[in-house]
């Protein structure tokens, strides 16, 4: 039922632009119709403009995105076990969280000079600070009836971790997980928006703005739409999948 209540709300916003497109209220220009659009897609993709540009991006969201939750991971547990661990965590966590990675883009590239890894830092510090947040949270809000469960029974450290810390935590890294996925994307195309290319290699960031410095109307609306799409695709394939593992764990069905 989702999924038929999505199509037509899909279907809905295609009409409405090709509607719109249609009536030449404005200038194909500055709003081309979804007809161009896609044709502009169709010979990007054959050209192999626009896979290159989207599979750089992906590229770099990957090399940060993996380190950065193991990293956030391992401070969660160690914040858990030790409280001065934690007051230096939330040190760092409450001094870096708020600082936009994009604002390190000249320091880092002060310190380490120019290449891909730049945007890899940048989306590294994206990710770290919200999912560290979040598993701390959630392994902190263990309910107290877990907890007891596991004096009762005694249970080791090791146990009490896999047990009771890693599923009570579970909708919390749920949650840090889409947040942490929402950063790093935001944060790669901004990376690439301003730091360009290195060499002949752009990912779809660089891809929309150089679309607009050539006034390429149709590809600027085609990297935004790609955009969403990944957006949408991510959604459906992964978190949905894990939020319904997530109900079943808790015996709820949609």
Do not use: C
């Not at 380190?67 to 914040?79: C, D, G, I, Q, S």
């Not at 959630?138 to 810390?165: C, K, M, V």
């Not at 149709?218 to 109900?247: A, D, H, Q, T």
């Amino acid at each position: 039922m989702k999924s038929l209540s999505r199509t037509l709300w899909a279907a809905g916003f295609f009409l409405l632009w090709w509607g719109i497109s249609r009536v030449g209220l404005f200038h194909p220009l500055v709003f081309p119709s979804p007809g161009d659009v896609l044709a502009q897609t169709g010979r990007d993709i054959l050209t192999g403009e626009l896979p290159g540009s989207l599979i750089f991006s992906l590229k770099m969201i990957v090399l940060a995105l993996l380190p950065a939750l193991a990293l956030a991971f391992f401070m969660a547990v160690t914040a858990v076990y030790s409280v001065r661990t934690e007051r230096l965590w939330d040190f760092f966590s409450s001094l870096a969280h708020p600082l936009p990675g994009i604002a390190l883009l000249p320091l880092l590239i002060l310190w380490t000079g120019l290449g891909t890894h730049i945007i890899v830092l940048i989306v590294f510090h994206s990710v770290l600070w919200p999912f560290y947040i979040n598993m701390k949270s959630g392994f902190r809000e263990i309910s107290p009836l877990w907890q007891d469960l596991a004096r009762n029974n005694q249970l080791g450290r090791t146990d009490y971790f896999i047990h009771i810390l890693l599923p009570g935590a579970y909708p919390s890294f749920l949650a840090g997980l889409k947040i942490s996925w929402a950063r790093a994307w935001r944060a790669v195309i901004a990376a690439e928006m301003l730091f360009g290319t290195i060499g002949n290699t752009g990912g779809l960031g660089w891809y929309i703005y150089n679309k607009r410095i050539f006034m390429d109307t149709p590809g600027l609306y085609s990297g935004i739409l790609i955009l969403m799409v990944i957006g949408v695709l991510v959604e459906n394939l992964l978190f949905k999948r894990l939020e319904n593992n997530k109900n079943r764990r808790w015996g709820r069905t949609e």
